[in-house]
């Protein structure tokens, strides 16, 4: 059997391609998802997404979800603290290794691999070089579907908040952006696609800008059932 793993997951697209891919080359399971949330927004870390709708998404793909709480605008210290009780915990549990969506950040990965060797833990990246580009346009082939859900204002303009992530989107970035967004240039939802069991139904909301970023809000349609998360 298939060695099972922790992803940690932020709701976007570059998580999402890591699950299909480690789902395709079938060495490892990914047996939960672990996804930083923002206490007193109660929402996803960095990408503004409802907790309602991140818990809706780990349904639809099957998976458990761990919820490691920080505070807004955490320190590194708190951060670093919350994720190493997070590590303790699945490491207990059996799980040995967690899988990253990082594509070219060399910096990032190595803090992540600092960071989960104090846990005992090794790390994954299974996208890893992948170019860009060619990530972003699969993705779209593939039948995903995604929205933006934050941008960097200093990059784009809030236009680019609440776009769907297909061509079109690609084709009006400026030079100098990475498809992806590998830079932080923008941070996507992914509500649909081939691994998903259904679609995450929403409704737009308003835009907002905070702390030089552009958060489009996304509203649960009424609802259904969620899937348990662990805290």
């Known amino acids: 059997m ?6 940690c997951f ?18 490892y399971r990914v047996a ?6 923002t206490n007193a927004y109660d929402r996803v870390s960095m990408h ?3 907790r309602s709708l991140l818990r809706r998404q780990a349904e639809s793909l099957g998976l458990p979800l761990v919820g490691v709480v920080v505070p807004p605008q955490s320190s590194n210290a708190v951060y670093e603290r919350e994720m190493g009780k997070a ?11 967690v ?30 070089k992948q170019p860009t580009r060619s990530l972003a346009q699969a993705f779209i082939d593939e039948g995903f579907r995604a929205v933006t859900v934050c941008v960097d204002s200093k990059v784009l303009d809030k236009s680019f908040g609440g776009r769907c992530f297909d061509v079109a989107f690609l084709g009006d970035l400026p030079s100098g952006v990475d498809p992806c967004g590998e830079n932080g240039e923008f941070h996507t939802f ?13 409704t737009g909301g308003a835009v907002v800008e905070r702390n030089g970023f552009f958060f489009y809000d996304l509203v649960p349609e009424t609802s259904s059932k969620t899937t348990q998360e662990t805290k």
């Open 48 to 50: 503004g997404v409802r």
């Open 32 to 37: 939960e998802l672990i996804t930083t949330v």
């Open 10 to 27: 932020s709701s976007g697209k570059d998580s999402v391609m890591t699950l299909q891919e480690i789902q395709r080359r079938g060495e």
């Open 190 to 202: 992914v509500f649909d696609g081939p691994i998903f069991s259904r679609s995450i139904e929403f």
């Open 99 to 128: 899988a990253f969506g990082d594509i070219f950040l060399e910096d990032l990965r190595n803090y992540r691999e600092r960071q989960l060797a104090a846990s005992g833990l090794t790390c994954l990246f299974p996208i890893w």
């Open 87 to 97: 590590f303790s915990k699945i490491r207990d549990r059996g799980i040995h290794r």
């Open 2 to 7: 298939s060695e099972p793993i922790a992803l």
